[in-house]
């Protein structure tokens, strides 16, 4: 094979909670993190659905946009660390998970 391949898991709460329950584990919570991101996605892939233009991509954001992104996500995380839940949607699901106790 030619090139390299790149493989992406996408999980939904659902699908994440199973995994984590097939691997013997205890699931505490599951939910969504990254909910400012969900327009900007819906955005872009958007425009390239219609080829309106080609988006270029940076690898890295300038200092001042990633200084800003993640406050706003610090911001997030604390905010639902704080209602001790996740978020109901976000670009990415996120889950807490324990060793089941041998008692």
Excluded: C, D, H, W
């Amino acid at each position: 094979m030619t090139g390299s391949m790149i493989t992406f898991r996408r999980y939904t709460t659902k699908t994440l909670t199973a995994a984590l329950t097939r691997a013997g584990l205890e699931v505490q919570r599951t939910g969504y993190i990254f909910l400012g991101l969900l327009l900007p996605k819906a955005l872009i892939a958007l425009v390239e659905r219609l080829r309106v233009v080609q988006l270029k991509t940076t690898t890295e954001p300038s200092g001042r946009a990633n200084r800003l992104a993640s406050r706003y996500f610090a911001f997030e995380m604390r905010v639902a660390l704080r209602r001790a839940r996740f978020l109901p949607v976000g670009t990415s699901v996120v889950g807490v998970a324990t060793r089941p106790s041998n008692t």
